[in-house]
């Protein structure tokens, strides 16, 4: 595609209902991140996947979060139980390895 | 201490002033030093990138890296109200995979 595609751009639920984000890639982009930017504050870090090595799930806050990619296409970004705390815009990333980052647009989630 | 600092602003200034934004940093193995330009409801765009020390230069903006003081700048030439925006400095290491360590970014504002 023509730029990273974030879906849905927003997304409201309610506190315990599990939320799941996707992102679409740069079609040959093998390296796909997920960021956290909460109100006023930078690019926190959360998971990245490069091809079919183990992804480097560092990032991740707490178990209540997973991703998955299938092979170098689209990943799924799950929080489960969501709380008022992960209330943010979730942005990905993708990139050749040691390249420059494209972000897409984002979702922004909202818990009540 | 954060690993990158930056004043996250907000930055008025009239149009066609001389911006100035900086970030500092804690760790010497970043090497490469990124600067992001983030529209409201929009993920970042890459605007510059520089390796080691020194000086890069396009059109109207410049980017200056001083690792012996672990500062980085970015400056803005005839500021535009389009340059209205959040800017973020990003840090890396060298060699494969390396996260990218954001800072919170500065909310620059030009005034026509």
């Known amino acids: 595609g023509a730029g990273v595609s974030q879906s849905p751009s927003n997304k409201v639920t309610e506190k315990g209902k599990d939320v799941e984000l996707r992102c679409d890639p740069i079609s040959g982009h093998t390296a796909l991140y997920w960021y956290r930017q909460r109100l006023g504050q930078g690019l926190e870090f959360l998971i990245y996947f490069q091809g079919n090595s183990a992804p480097d799930k560092s990032g991740l806050p707490s178990d209540r979060f997973s991703a998955e990619r299938t092979g170098e296409s689209v990943s799924t970004l799950t929080i489960q139980r969501t709380q008022q705390e992960d209330s943010a815009v979730y942005l990905c990333a993708s990139s050749i390895p040691g390249n420059i980052q494209y972000f897409g647009a984002g979702t922004r989630l909202s818990v009540l | 201490q954060k690993e990158v600092e930056q004043d996250p602003g907000p930055l008025s200034v009239p149009e066609g002033a001389i911006v100035s934004l900086n970030c500092t940093y804690s760790?010497?193995?970043?090497?490469?030093f990124m600067w992001y330009r983030q529209y409201s409801r929009k993920g970042p765009e890459l605007l510059m990138y520089?390796?080691?020390?020194g000086n890069k230069e396009d059109g109207r903006f410049t980017a200056q890296v001083d690792k012996s003081s672990k500062y980085i700048s970015l400056f803005i030439r005839d500021s535009q109200p389009s340059d209205s925006a959040t800017y973020l400095c990003a840090m890396s290491g060298s060699g494969g995979y390396q996260k990218v360590t954001f800072g919170t970014g500065t909310k620059l504002q030009v005034i026509p």
């Open positions: 760790n010497s193995a970043f090497q490469y």
């Open positions: 520089t390796y080691s020390s």
